[in-house]
């Protein structure tokens, strides 16, 4: 049976929230269940990811959590980091959204990609639009960069997170990919 927990940390950005698993058996299975950017308080972030992970509060994450924590610090301090060996857990959900996560967690950071052409990646050239709505209910932001995936022509499209497409724009800036069409093509 695996346990569930969360924990609360502050990154230049503010307040971020990790839930994950640990199997019961072996702390060397944790997973990464939920992530939380920054809500407008600390109390906010942590009343949603306790809501959205169903998990208990931790005060002291074990030390694999620990390591990604300060990752993810360094990463919103402008420490680029590459999330793609983090575990995730993404239980019950159905292949095609799988499929889009994956193909997110294929785009490095400062490099955008569209929806559409993730669309075409997986072979579903005309589901631009399920891209974004599965992309919008991402439940591990930043470990699966779901803000790296833009609208046509550059725009930055949606993002669910406080703050929308200015925190969409702020995470790419970071990552030091632009979204603004250059001045002069």
Known sequence: MKQAAYCVFDTPLGECGIAWTESANSAAEIRIVFFQLPEATKEMTEMRIAEKSGATPCAVPPPRIAEIIERVRKHLNGEVQDFRNVAVDLGGIEDFVLRV?????????GKTSTYGEVAKKLGRPGAARAIGQVLGSNPIPLIIPCHRILAAGTKPGGFSAHGGRTTKKRLLAIEGASIEPPLFP
Request: hydrophobic share 45%; no cysteine; glycine share 0%.
């Open 101 to 109: 996560y994956e193909a997110a967690r294929e785009i490095p950071a």
